[in-house]
């Protein structure tokens, strides 16, 4: 698995928060990443699971009581009923990083979760990986676009290479 730069900032918004919720498009490694991190105490659940889906849709009170924090949710947007019932819990317990979330990026779900758990969630917006993080450059400054005559032109990728690379680090 390639090692995210963002691993850092999960811990530390874990350790502020109660709710950790990273979102972002399909298969920029959500749940691989937060996976990785979790402690062993924390009951993974994903609602890709149509039976814990309905079960969540249906009656996230009971759900939330038969998974107890600290729980991660994978694909939280087929259930977003549960953030109500999230701030209940959170409100009772009052200890960081109860939940950890993922979701895909949809407008409705972040309005949900705004709103629903306004200063008791930090927000992760993940997307693919940057270039450092695949060729491991230790170099991890962002694009600055007044410094565009200092960098050197980024090398032409070649995808097939890029897999073989993955495939060889995992």
């Given amino acids: 698995m390639y090692s995210r730069e963002v691993k850092e900032i999960v811990k530390n918004v874990s350790k502020t928060f109660k709710v950790l919720f990273v979102f972002g498009p399909r298969q920029v490694g959500k ?11 924390m009951e993974y659940i994903t609602l890709d699971d149509e039976d814990l889906r309905e ?4 009656d996230p009170k009971l759900f939330l009581e038969e998974h107890p924090a600290p729980l991660l949710i994978d694909e939280v947007q087929y259930a977003p009923n549960l953030f109500s019932y999230i701030k209940i819990n959170v409100d009772r317990e009052n200890k960081n990083g109860m939940y950890w979330l993922t979701g895909s990026q949809q407008f409705h779900l972040m309005k949900n979760v705004s709103e629903s758990l306004a200063d008791r969630v930090g927000i992760i917006n993940l997307n693919s990986f940057m270039y450092s993080e695949i060729v491991k450059n230790e170099k991890k400054e962002l694009f600055d676009p007044a410094k565009l005559n200092e960098y050197k032109i980024m090398p032409k990728i070649d995808v097939n290479k890029l897999y073989v690379i993955y495939l060889n680090n995992n």
């Fill in 31 to 41: 749940t691989t990443l937060l996976l990785s991190l979790k402690p062993d105490n």
């Fill in 55 to 58: 079960q969540a849709k249906s």
